[in-house]
Structures are given as C-alpha cells and as structure tokens.
C-alpha cells in the first residue's frame, strides 16, 4: 500500500489535473457530475497522501534524511537538463496532506457556498487545476519545475479572483494579482536563472549540498550569492503577500469567499514560504540574506496588523491578517527554523481556512452585505459559525490550549533566540534580531485586538441591519467549519515543547539536527499576557461599550486615516502606473509614429523627391541622352585607367566574361 | 525514400491554387473546400516526416528526405529541398498556420473568396519553400514569391483602424511591401557577393548550403556579409529600429495574412540569420551579436510599453509580436547553443500563439466589426468558448509554464545570462515579462470581462469550422508546453552543427578579433 502510494506519487496532483481536463472537455454542461468528478479525485489524493504521512511518521525521519525521488526527463539539451518528477520527504508529504485536507473541505463547503452558481462546473475545474498544481509545486524535485507549478497557482489564483468575470472589480483584481506576482517573479526566476548557470543544477537536493560550499563550485563570492538569494526572495515576497508586494491580496477577496480560505489564506499564498522553505540552506549560508527575510517578515507582520484594525469589512481583515501571519512565518524562516515557519504554516491552514469559511457562513447569512457595522448579534442566528469562529480567533491570537498558541510561541522562541536578549545568539546580528522580536510581540498583541474586535462586532450585541433575517448555513457548509476547528486545537499539540525524538513536530519537519525545544516560561506568559490585553481591550472597546472607538480616532485622525486607507501604498502604486509607465507608453509610441516612421516615411519621401528632379533629365531629346552616354563612357574609362585593376565586380556588371 | 515528400508537400497548394483557377468564382465553398485540402494533407505529411525524423534521424541529425534535381547547371543552381532538426519544426509551423489560416474569419474575404485563396495558397507555398530550400538560390527564390502575394491581399482585403486614421491599408500594405523589398536587396547583394567568393575559393559555382558552409571566408569578409544579410534578415524579423512596417502592416491585413506573416513569415529573418548568416559566417556574427542584443533591448521593453498605449486589439498584438522577437534576438545574440535553441523554440512558440491571437481577433472583429477595445467588452458572456482560446492565447504570449512559449523563454534567458555579450541586455530585457503580462491582460480584461453588452448579444460563440484553427492550435500550444522535449530535442539537433561552428571559428581565429 505504501510502496504503491510512494511509487505513484505523482498520481496526487495528476487525479486532480485529469478532473480539469474532464470537466473542461467534457462535463461542463452537468454540474453535479462535475463536482462529483472533482472532489471524487482530491478524495483519492487526500487518501494516498495520508498513507504516505502514516508511514512516514512511522519511520521517523529515514526520509528526511533519504527523500524518496522519482524523475524522467522533462527537456534537456548540452548544459541544461531539467527533470520533472516527485520527491517525497517529511517536508513536502506534510505540505501534500494540509493541500488536500483543506482542499477537500473546501470543495465540500463550496457545494453548499455556491450552489445555484450557473458557473459552478468552471469554478471546480478551476479548483481542480489550482489544487493539481498546488500539489506539484509540493513535490516539486527542482527549482524551474516549482517555478513551473508556481506560476500555475498564479493563474487559478487569476481565473478565481475574478471568477465573477461581469464585476468590473473582480476582473481588476485578478489583474492586479497576476501582475503583482509577476513582477516578484521577475525576481524569482532572474534567481533561478543566475544559479542554473553558476552551480549548473537546480535540484533541490544537489543544491543543497553545494551551496553551504559554493566556493568550490563556483565563482561567486558571498556578496554575488548574497545578491542572487535577495533576487529570488522577491518572487516568494510577492507570492506571500509581503511587503511591498501586498497589495494583490487584500483585493483578491474579490473571489469567492470558498476561494480565498483555499487559495489566498490556506494554501497558495504560503508556496512563497514553502520555497523559500526548501532552499533554505541558500539562505542559512548568507547571515545577510537571512537577515532581509527576517526583517522583510517582522515588518510585514506588523505593518499588516497596524491596517487590520481600522478595515471594516470581514474579508479585507482576515485578508491584512494573513498577510500579518505570512510575515511571522518569513520570519521564522528569517531566524533560520524551518520547524518554526512549516509550523506556523500548517496551524494557521487550519484556523485561517475555519475562519475564511466562517465569513462566508456569514455573508451567506447576510446576503452578501460586506460592512461588519451592518452586522451585529449574530451570536443568536448562527450558534455553528459562532463557536466555530470563537476557536479560530483564539487560535490566531495564540490564547493556549489552540493551535496558534503554539506555533505563535515557537515562533517568539526562535527569534529570541537569535536575538541579544537571548545572551546566547549565534549570528552576527543579534541586536536586529532583538529589534524583530519586539516587533513580533506587538504584531501578536495586534492581531488578538483586531480579531477580537471584529469578533464582538459581528456576533455580539444587537443586529444592526434591518433588511435580513440571518440563518445558520447548511449542514454542508458547517460540518467543514466544525472538523476544521477541531484541527485549529488539536493541531497545535504536536508541537508541545519537550516532545521528544519520534513524537514532536520538529522532529518531522526540520533543517539540520534535532533539538527538544524547553519551554521558555517567559516567553509563554508574555505572549500570552499580550493576547489575553489585546482581546480584553476590544472587549471593552466593542462589547462592553465602555469606551468609545470614536474618541481614540479623534484623539490621532491622521494615523487613523493613514491605517484606513492602507497608507495610501494602492493610490501611490496606481499613480505610478498612469502617470509614468502609461504616459511612457503613449510618449514612446508617438516617438514611434513621428519619428522612427517619419525617418522611414523620410526615405520614402526623399526617393519620391528624387523621382521628381531625375525626372526632369528625361527630356525626350535624342541630343541629351547621347551626351549623357558619352560622358559616362568616358566616366568610366577614366576610372579603369586610374585604378589599373579590371576588378570582378565590373566584370560581373558589364558582362566582360 | 523514393517518394518526394517535401515537394509534395511544397507543391500541394500550390496545386490546390491551380484548379481554384478553374473553378467558378461563385462556388466559394468549393474553392475554400480546396483550400483546406490542400492545406490539409501537407499537415498531415508534416506531422508524420517529424515523427520520422524525431524516431529515427534526430540521433544522427543532418537532413533527411533530400531531394536534389539540378536546375542551372552553369551556374550551381539546384532544386534541393531537405529538412533537419533546425527547419522542420518551423516547416510544421508553415503547415498548421497555413491550415488555420483558410479556415479563420476574415471579415472582408467573402467578396472575393476566389483571389483571396488562391493568393493565400500561393503564399503557404512561398513561405514552405524558404524553409524546406537546401539551395540558397532557390531559398531567395521562395523568399521572393512571398512578397507579391501579400501587397495584394493587403491592399484588396486589408482594413483600415481607428486608432490610426491617418494610415489606410494601402498605406500599410505598401510599406509592407517595400521595406521587405529593400531588405531582400540587401540580403541579394550578400548572397551573391559571397557565391563569388565562394566560386573563386571552390572554383566550382554552387548554391548549395552544405557545400558553402565547409568554407571559411575571411575576417573582414565574413563582417562585410554577414552585416549585408543581417540587414535584410533583421528587418524581416523587425528589429527595433526596423520594426514600423510590422505593427501597421499587421493591422491593416486580413487575418489570414497576419497569422502568415506574424506567425511564420516573420521567422524567416530569423531562420535566414542563422541558417545562412551565423552558419557560413560566425567570424561576422560575433562581431555584429553585441549590436543585435543592445537593439534587442529596444524590441523588448520598447514595443511592450508601447503595447500599453495600444486601443486597437491588433496593434496590442502587432507591437507584441514585434517585442516578442526581442526575445528570439537576444537568444540569437548570445551565440550559444542554449540561446539558438531557445530562440528557434522561440521563433515555433510565437508562431503558433500570434497565429492564434489574430485567429481569434479576427473571428471578434469578423462578427462585432471592431477592434477597438473600448467598444468591446464583457465578451465571455457572449463567447465562453472563445473567452477561454484568448486567455490560451493571452497566458502563452505571457509565457505561462505549460504551455509552449515558457520553456523556450527560459532557455533563452540561460543561453543570454550565461554569455558575456549579451548579459546586461538580458538583464533588461526580462523586464518585458513584466510589461508583457501587463498589456494582454489588460486587454483581455478589457475586451473579455466587465458587465455584459447588450449590443453583442446576437453575437454568437465560436462553433464548426471557424473553431477548427482555435482547437488546432490551442492543441498544439498545450501539447508542446507540457512536453517540451518534443521540440527541444529537435531543435537542438538542428542547431548543434552551428553552434559546433561558432565554437571552431572562436578557437581558428579567436585571436585576430
């Protein structure tokens, strides 16, 4: 059973790619088949992945020290070989098991989200493909077939967003995502280029051997590396979410709401965390790249956070939070710990898919009204989304016994760690580590308040909207909510520090020796003290009423605005984009018109001119022509007998031979 | 093989062209019925000699089914036609652009289907003869006939645009025409320039390719011509600052004529740069590739962001395939095997993705009567189908993996970074995958999404034969992406002989550059 699932590994994301192709081709007009088709095949992945996962655990961390890898030749030439294929560790089946878990709940879910959608068999098809190419992107054995799959993610992610092609709105935000991420991948596949021709490889695993010596393979020196990792960072940037790379995500809301708990908060947007996850040796070697990702993550974190508490609409708040979430994940991998950031990764699927299908649960029940000011006591309508919604904020506020609790928390070790308050600190820059780990603290304290408040805003208190009569959802779409909360508390426990060899999450999924991680008390009650405040101040703020948000906002107007409006980064993007590439555009393009042409058009003009005045030597007069024709023999008689040469070229015009 | 294949499938439309000649001019339907036979069969003629040549040549590499009846004795003219890795997959390029094309919408061919086909089918063959020419006379030749057919279908079906009133198909279809002219007179003073040279070093006149590429012409020489040819072969693959002809010419013919000329006519600068210009002349190539790549950067990022400013759907895809030609420049700059591998998958990639485009466009502008985009919109609630073959089109024009135009661009990049010359044009030519996803996704979004127009609500989706050429090549741009190799291992089999050139001439005469 195992041998079979190992062997034919690439059945998981191939069974998904088959379901896109029958339902393109074939089964677009019967929706119900469609949809059978395509949870039918994420079922079967989801099952071989969990019989890879069982048998992996069992045999503890033989793989991760000796990946299964399968590949044929996918195109190769002198100097340039690439290989398509699988390669199986811990690393990559935990990836395939949260992919399919999740993408299985979310089709289920879809099935009663989006039911009477006359676009339903597109949407699964779409979901299909995004799901085949998610998961090739997981077990992807080099770097140009992940940028392949990566690219692929791209695009779901661009027919989803604007799935809902007759929204204006949507269709520009499924631009503004492609192109976002486009430019990252100028970044990322500059990289992936500069290191094909400097270690001649990009085999995840041969790459992970010679870089930590690159010396000896290469000619780089460790600034020139330093750079190439910095470049490659940019298309991980974009993908994630990071800044200055984020402005794609919040607009991608603009999908189905199924859509963005699969694709932009569970899956798609961590492939950014995931590569630079699995090249993470080309990192720990540069103390500088490592330092950027670091500090690019605390800064997203809470830069992400600082825009979530003013956003009004449940969506964009999750949206800027996990773009907060993403930022601790980059950095964990910035500390330099892949348990810490795959972790995170895993818990924050769970409870950020809870909590995006929990939004949807409650724009279903309120027809599509965006404002949570619309909304309001909720509470009573919808008892299923609410406590499923009360474990996904705990969890994201990192309150123990729930999942967040404890990725949060690894993530805080590791970065104090690395820090000088540590007084342990093995790299060179320990006082920006201390930097980043305040920074942390704050973004945790953040997320408890705003989550909090949108909370108490739209379950508690009375229903503010007249025009609708909420109602719990279907049982299709709260069964999904309820085993994902489930897993946003069990999920966390594996992580339990002082788990030993065998049993802890580190031990699984790690870079480098294993170590039990001791609890730092310190750190626990800190963080959690943090939490406990920011929750208890959106309580009093908007349950209790016992201040008022108003008088904060007039107390600093200006830094409320600038939060509200998300710093103004979209309308200085946009600005950009009009007032100088598009102007650039139409100048070159006149510049084309007037002066490239009208150099051409110039030519044409000349050889008309020059007609006009050769035409007046054709007199008609036999005397003219006959002067004209001895002045030229002469002409020519005088230039042989200067030259001296009888050169071919005359030969050939006056046909001497 | 005793069976003449290549003249088969040569001849063939022009057969087709022949007994159109004879049929009633009312009978349209018959005549395109001709069309698509004799379009069809080289197809499949095609397809079988790549399989063959893919099975059992490709190890060897060289031509293969050559055909050789000598012409001009007197003066080294040979009939000889023959393929290897390098040409055959631009002559399947040749062959399904040439099926497509009889079956795609052109708005104003109906009324006079009669000429129309049968200057297109003369077209096809003028165009399959450069490719499949082992006799440089005969590759002129070809080259040659191409001209006449398409100033005519220019000026007779051609159209005019909105966004550049003052330009009329005449006009276009003039330029066209005269700028390929002068190019091609340029590329004839190369040509014979060296076949005396090559007369007075064999002491034997020949046309034949293999023969003169035993030769090593001199230094300055090989400068000389090569610079001669390249003039003609750059502007013919419109090289920025010989570019203009392009967009407006494209814009102004019918679509059949542009899925010709921006799918495969154009590659025939690059073929010709190749085949004739770095093969017989590398000394020259490496002296002109740094020239060519700076200008590269100038199709690239140029013409894309003049794509930006584009209204009209034509001209988006018109400076787009000139900025798409940036790339095959570039790959051909580095003069490295990678880089002429990519850039001649390139050369395929483009052909069948600008086919498409203008196929698809031209079906939009056929039924709306417009091409201008801020007429149109909301198009996929009208036409799903075609929705879906415009993004097919839109994703491969950005270079999206799995389909055909991705893995040629990456080994592009490979050759270009990872020669000296062409390293820091690279750099800012890779911007253009950037901009380039900009301007067809902002026509997409503007001619495909948004609210639904009542106005085209008569429009129909795309069905029976004018789905024929969409499906064939959204086929072949799948098919190719996923399995590269399929391409790749032909065209590297192809090229290899080359590149082993430009390694020996580096080692000969390394020193004296």
Not at chain 2, 293 to 320: F, H, W
């Given at each position: 059973?195992?041998?079979?699932?190992?062997?034919?590994?690439?059945?998981?994301?191939?069974?998904?790619?088959?379901?896109?192709?029958?339902?393109?081709?074939?089964?677009?007009?019967?929706?119900?088949?469609?949809?059978?088709?395509?949870?039918?095949?994420?079922?079967?992945?989801?099952?071989?992945?969990?019989?890879?996962?069982?048998?992996?655990?069992g045999?503890?961390?033989?793989?991760?020290?000796?990946?299964?890898?399968?590949?044929?030749?996918?195109f190769?030439?002198?100097?340039?070989?690439?290989?398509?294929?699988?390669?199986?560790?811990?690393?990559?089946?935990?990836?395939?098991?949260?992919?399919?878990?999740?993408?299985?709940?979310?089709?289920?879910?879809?099935?009663?989200?989006?039911?009477?959608?006359?676009?339903?068999?597109?949407?699964?098809?779409?979901?299909?493909?995004?799901?085949?190419?998610?998961?090739?992107?997981?077990?992807?054995?080099?770097?140009?077939?992940?940028?392949?799959?990566?690219?692929?993610?791209?695009?779901?992610?661009?027919l989803?967003?604007?799935?809902?092609?007759?929204?204006?709105?949507?269709?520009?935000?499924?631009?503004?995502?492609?192109?976002?991420?486009?430019?990252?991948?100028?970044?990322?596949?500059?990289?992936?280029?500069?290191?094909?021709?400097?270690?001649?490889?990009?085999?995840?695993?041969?790459l992970?051997?010679?870089?930590?010596?690159?010396?000896?393979?290469?000619?780089?020196?460790?600034v020139?590396l330093?750079?190439?990792?910095?470049?490659?960072?940019l298309?991980?940037?974009?993908?994630?979410?990071?800044?200055?790379?984020?402005?794609?995500?919040?607009?991608?809301?603009e999908?189905?709401?199924?859509?963005?708990?699969?694709?932009?908060?569970?899956?798609?947007?961590v492939?950014g965390?995931y590569?630079?996850?699995?090249?993470?040796?080309?990192?720990?070697?540069?103390?500088?790249?490592?330092?950027?990702?670091?500090?690019?993550?605390?800064?997203?974190?809470?830069f992400?956070?600082?825009?979530?508490?003013?956003?009004?609409?449940?969506?964009?708040?999750?949206?800027?939070?996990?773009?907060?979430?993403?930022?601790?994940?980059?950095?964990?991998?910035?500390?330099?710990?892949?348990?810490?950031?795959?972790?995170?990764?895993?818990?924050?699927?769970?409870?950020?898919?809870?909590?995006?299908?929990?939004?949807?649960?409650?724009?279903?029940?309120?027809?599509?009204?965006?404002?949570?000011?619309?909304?309001?006591?909720?509470?009573?309508?919808?008892?299923?989304?609410?406590?499923?919604?009360?474990?996904?904020?705990?969890?994201?506020?990192?309150?123990?016994?729930?999942?967040?609790?404890f990725?949060?928390?690894?993530?805080?070790?590791?970065?104090?760690?690395?820090?000088?308050?540590?007084g342990?600190?093995?790299?060179?820059?320990?006082?920006?580590?201390?930097?980043?780990?305040?920074?942390?603290?704050?973004?945790?304290?953040?997320?408890?308040f705003?989550?909090?408040?949108?909370?108490?805003?739209?379950?508690?208190?009375?229903?503010?909207?007249?025009?609708?009569?909420?109602?719990?959802?279907?049982?299709?779409?709260?069964?999904?909510?309820?085993?994902?909360?489930?897993?946003?508390?069990?999920s966390?426990?594996?992580?339990?520090?002082?788990?030993?060899?065998?049993?802890?999450?580190?031990?699984?999924?790690?870079?480098?020796?294993?170590?039990?991680?001791?609890?730092?008390?310190?750190?626990?009650?800190?963080?959690?003290?943090?939490?406990?405040?920011?929750?208890?101040?959106?309580?009093?703020?908007?349950?209790?009423?016992?201040?008022?948000?108003?008088?904060?906002?007039?107390?600093?107007?200006?830094?409320?605005?600038?939060?509200?409006?998300?710093?103004?980064?979209?309308?200085?993007?946009?600005?950009?984009?009009?007032?100088?590439?598009?102007?650039?555009?139409?100048?070159?393009?006149?510049?084309?018109?007037?002066?490239?042409d009208?150099?051409?058009?110039?030519?044409?003009?000349?050889?008309?001119?020059?007609?006009?005045?050769?035409?007046?030597?054709?007199?008609?007069?036999?005397?003219?022509?006959?002067?004209?024709?001895?002045?030229?023999?002469?002409l020519?008689?005088?230039?042989?007998?200067?030259?001296?040469?009888?050169?071919?070229?005359?030969?050939?015009?006056?046909?001497?031979? | 093989?005793?069976?003449?294949?290549?003249?088969?499938?040569?001849?063939?439309?022009?057969?087709?062209?022949?007994?159109?000649?004879?049929?009633?001019k009312?009978?349209?339907?018959?005549?395109?019925?001709?069309?698509?036979?004799?379009?069809?069969?080289?197809?499949?003629?095609?397809?079988?000699?790549?399989?063959?040549?893919?099975?059992?040549?490709?190890?060897?590499?060289?031509?293969?089914?050559?055909?050789?009846?000598?012409?001009?004795?007197?003066?080294?003219i040979?009939?000889?036609?023959?393929?290897?890795?390098?040409?055959?997959?631009?002559?399947?390029?040749?062959?399904?652009?040439?099926?497509?094309?009889?079956?795609?919408?052109?708005?104003?061919?109906?009324?006079?289907?009669?000429?129309?086909?049968?200057?297109?089918?003369?077209?096809?063959?003028?165009?399959?003869?450069?490719?499949?020419?082992?006799d440089?006379?005969?590759?002129?030749?070809?080259?040659?006939?191409?001209?006449?057919?398409?100033?005519?279908?220019?000026?007779?079906?051609?159209?005019?645009?909105?966004?550049?009133?003052?330009?009329?198909?005449?006009?276009?279809?003039?330029?066209?025409?005269?700028?390929?002219?002068?190019?091609?007179?340029?590329?004839?003073?190369?040509?014979?320039?060296?076949?005396?040279?090559?007369?007075?070093?064999?002491?034997?006149?020949?046309?034949?390719?293999?023969?003169?590429?035993?030769?090593?012409?001199?230094?300055?020489?090989?400068?000389?011509?090569?610079?001669?040819?390249?003039?003609?072969?750059?502007?013919?693959?419109?090289?920025?600052?010989?570019?203009?002809?392009?967009?407006?010419?494209?814009?102004?013919?019918?679509?059949?004529?542009?899925?010709?000329?921006?799918?495969?006519?154009?590659?025939?600068?690059?073929?010709?740069?190749?085949?004739?210009?770095?093969?017989?002349?590398?000394?020259?190539?490496?002296?002109?590739?740094?020239?060519?790549?700076?200008?590269?950067?100038?199709?690239?990022?140029?013409?894309?962001?003049?794509?930006?400013?584009?209204?009209?759907?034509?001209?988006?895809?018109?400076?787009?395939?000139?900025?798409?030609?940036?790339?095959?420049?570039?790959?051909?700059?580095?003069?490295?095997?990678?880089?002429?591998?990519?850039?001649?998958?390139?050369?395929?990639?483009?052909?069948?993705?600008?086919?498409?485009?203008?196929?698809?466009?031209?079906?939009?502008?056929?039924?709306?009567?417009?091409?201008?985009?801020?007429?149109?919109?909301?198009?996929?609630?009208?036409?799903?189908?075609?929705?879906?073959?415009?993004?097919?089109?839109?994703?491969?024009?950005?270079?999206?993996?799995?389909?055909?135009?991705?893995?040629?661009?990456?080994?592009?990049?490979?050759?270009?970074?990872?020669?000296?010359?062409?390293?820091?044009?690279?750099?800012?030519?890779?911007?253009?995958?950037?901009i380039?996803?900009?301007?067809?996704?902002?026509?997409?979004?503007?001619?495909?999404?948004?609210?639904?127009?009542?106005?085209?609500?008569?429009?129909?989706?795309?069905?029976?034969?004018?789905?024929?050429?969409?499906?064939?090549?959204?086929?072949?741009?799948?098919?190719?992406g996923?399995?590269?190799?399929?391409?790749?291992?032909?065209?590297?089999?192809?090229?290899?002989?080359?590149?082993?050139?430009?390694?020996?001439?580096?080692?000969?005469?390394?020193?004296?550059?």
């Amino acid at each position: 059973m195992f041998d079979f699932a190992l062997n034919n590994a690439w059945l998981i994301p191939l069974l998904p790619a088959l379901a896109f192709g029958i339902i393109t081709l074939f089964t677009k007009k019967m929706i119900k088949l469609s949809a059978s088709i395509s949870i039918g095949a994420i079922l079967i992945s989801f099952v071989l992945s969990v019989i890879l996962g069982i048998e992996l655990i069992g045999q503890g961390d033989t793989f991760l020290e000796h990946p299964y890898k399968a590949v044929v030749t996918w195109f190769s030439m002198p100097g340039l070989s690439i290989e398509v294929g699988t390669l199986i560790d811990n690393i990559s089946v935990m990836m395939l098991l949260v992919v399919t878990f999740i993408t299985s709940l979310v089709q289920i879910y879809s099935l009663g989200y989006m039911r009477g959608d006359p676009g339903l068999a597109r949407f699964f098809a779409y979901v299909s493909l995004f799901a085949a190419s998610m998961l090739g992107l997981v077990i992807a054995p080099n770097l140009l077939i992940m940028f392949v799959f990566w690219e692929l993610v791209g695009l779901c992610s661009y027919l989803l967003i604007g799935f809902w092609y007759g929204k204006i709105s949507a269709s520009a935000a499924a631009k503004k995502a492609f192109i976002t991420c486009r430019a990252g991948d100028f970044g990322l596949l500059l990289g992936i280029i500069l290191l094909q021709i400097n270690f001649g490889t990009l085999d995840l695993q041969q790459l992970s051997v010679m870089i930590p010596n690159f010396t000896q393979y290469t000619g780089l020196t460790a600034v020139g590396l330093t750079v190439i990792a910095i470049i490659l960072f940019l298309g991980p940037m974009a993908k994630s979410g990071q800044f200055p790379f984020h402005v794609w995500l919040p607009d991608a809301m603009e999908g189905p709401t199924p859509v963005s708990a699969l694709i932009h908060a569970a899956t798609m947007v961590v492939a950014g965390v995931y590569l630079v996850g699995r090249i993470l040796t080309l990192f720990i070697t540069l103390p500088s790249a490592l330092l950027f990702v670091a500090i690019i993550g605390a800064f997203t974190a809470l830069f992400a956070a600082t825009i979530a508490i003013t956003q009004t609409e449940m969506k964009k708040i999750l949206a800027y939070s996990t773009i907060s979430q993403l930022g601790y994940m980059m950095l964990a991998l910035g500390a330099a710990s892949l348990t810490a950031s795959m972790f995170h990764l895993m818990t924050h699927a769970f409870f950020k898919a809870l909590l995006f299908l929990g939004a949807g649960c409650v724009l279903h029940a309120m027809h599509n009204e965006a404002s949570i000011w619309k909304y309001g006591g909720l509470r009573k309508y919808m008892p299923v989304t609410y406590w499923t919604f009360l474990i996904g904020c705990l969890a994201i506020a990192g309150i123990f016994p729930f999942a967040g609790f404890f990725s949060k928390d690894l993530i805080m070790e590791v970065t104090f760690a690395a820090s000088s308050l540590s007084g342990h600190a093995h790299g060179p820059f320990p006082v920006a580590y201390t930097v980043l780990f305040l920074m942390a603290a704050l973004t945790a304290f953040l997320t408890a308040f705003y989550m909090f408040r949108m909370f108490f805003i739209c379950f508690h208190g009375e229903l503010r909207s007249k025009e609708v009569q909420p109602h719990e959802a279907p049982k299709v779409m709260t069964v999904p909510l309820i085993i994902l909360g489930i897993f946003s508390i069990i999920s966390g426990w594996v992580g339990w520090p002082g788990l030993g060899e065998g049993q802890a999450f580190g031990y699984f999924v790690r870079l480098g020796e294993f170590q039990v991680m001791e609890a730092n008390w310190l750190l626990i009650i800190l963080s959690t003290l943090l939490a406990l405040f920011g929750i208890g101040l959106a309580a009093l703020f908007y349950w209790k009423k016992s201040f008022s948000p108003q008088a904060v906002i007039e107390r600093v107007p200006f830094l409320y605005k600038l939060s509200y409006n998300k710093y103004y980064i979209d309308e200085f993007y946009l600005w950009i984009i009009h007032n100088i590439i598009d102007k650039c555009g139409w100048l070159l393009w006149k510049f084309d018109i007037y002066v490239i042409d009208g150099i051409v058009n110039g030519f044409g003009k000349m050889a008309q001119w020059g007609g006009a005045v050769m035409r007046k030597v054709q007199t008609g007069q036999l005397q003219h022509y006959a002067l004209i024709f001895f002045m030229g023999i002469v002409l020519m008689l005088l230039l042989l007998s200067f030259t001296g040469v009888h050169s071919p070229a005359i030969g050939l015009m006056g046909g001497a031979k | 093989m005793n069976f003449p294949v290549l003249t088969t499938i040569l001849l063939l439309p022009l057969l087709g062209a022949i007994i159109s000649i004879f049929v009633p001019k009312e009978k349209s339907s018959i005549i395109k019925g001709i069309a698509g036979i004799t379009t069809f069969i080289p197809l499949v003629l095609t397809i079988w000699i790549y399989y063959l040549y893919y099975t059992q040549h490709m190890a060897t590499g060289g031509y293969a089914f050559t055909e050789s009846i000598p012409w001009v004795k007197d003066l080294g003219i040979t009939y000889g036609l023959g393929v290897d890795g390098f040409s055959l997959p631009l002559v399947l390029l040749t062959s399904v652009i040439g099926f497509c094309a009889v079956y795609s919408r052109s708005w104003s061919v109906e009324t006079r289907a009669k000429e129309f086909y049968i200057l297109l089918l003369i077209l096809i063959t003028g165009v399959m003869g450069t490719f499949l020419a082992t006799d440089l006379f005969i590759f002129f030749l070809f080259y040659e006939v191409v001209i006449i057919p398409i100033y005519l279908m220019v000026i007779i079906w051609g159209s005019g645009s909105k966004t550049r009133k003052d330009i009329g198909k005449e006009y276009a279809g003039m330029k066209l025409t005269i700028y390929l002219l002068i190019g091609s007179a340029f590329l004839l003073a190369g040509l014979i320039w060296m076949y005396m040279l090559a007369g007075e070093m064999l002491g034997v006149l020949t046309f034949d390719l293999a023969t003169l590429a035993t030769l090593n012409f001199a230094p300055n020489l090989q400068i000389a011509i090569f610079g001669l040819m390249a003039l003609g072969f750059l502007s013919l693959i419109s090289m920025f600052p010989f570019h203009s002809w392009s967009p407006d010419g494209y814009a102004g013919a019918p679509t059949a004529v542009s899925m010709i000329h921006a799918g495969v006519l154009k590659k025939i600068g690059g073929y010709g740069l190749i085949r004739i210009g770095i093969f017989l002349f590398p000394v020259g190539a490496k002296f002109w590739a740094p020239v060519i790549a700076v200008l590269a950067i100038g199709n690239v990022v140029y013409t894309a962001l003049i794509s930006l400013a584009q209204k009209d759907m034509k001209y988006v895809v018109g400076y787009s395939s000139v900025s798409h030609m940036g790339f095959v420049l570039i790959g051909i700059a580095s003069l490295s095997l990678v880089g002429l591998n990519g850039a001649v998958a390139n050369m395929f990639g483009h052909g069948i993705m600008a086919a498409l485009f203008f196929s698809i466009i031209g079906y939009i502008y056929g039924i709306t009567k417009t091409r201008y985009i801020p007429d149109l919109g909301g198009l996929a609630h009208q036409m799903p189908r075609l929705a879906g073959a415009f993004l097919v089109a839109a994703m491969a024009s950005a270079g999206l993996p799995g389909l055909l135009t991705f893995v040629p661009e990456v080994t592009i990049f490979i050759g270009a970074f990872d020669s000296p010359i062409t390293r820091i044009p690279a750099f800012i030519v890779l911007t253009g995958i950037v901009i380039g996803a900009v301007y067809v996704l902002r026509m997409a979004a503007n001619v495909l999404f948004g609210p639904r127009k009542e106005q085209w609500d008569y429009v129909e989706d795309i069905k029976g034969f004018s789905l024929l050429p969409i499906a064939v090549l959204v086929a072949f741009a799948v098919i190719f992406g996923l399995f590269p190799s399929l391409l790749m291992d032909m065209v590297n089999s192809g090229i290899q002989p080359i590149a082993a050139k430009l390694l020996s001439a580096g080692s000969q005469i390394g020193g004296s550059l």
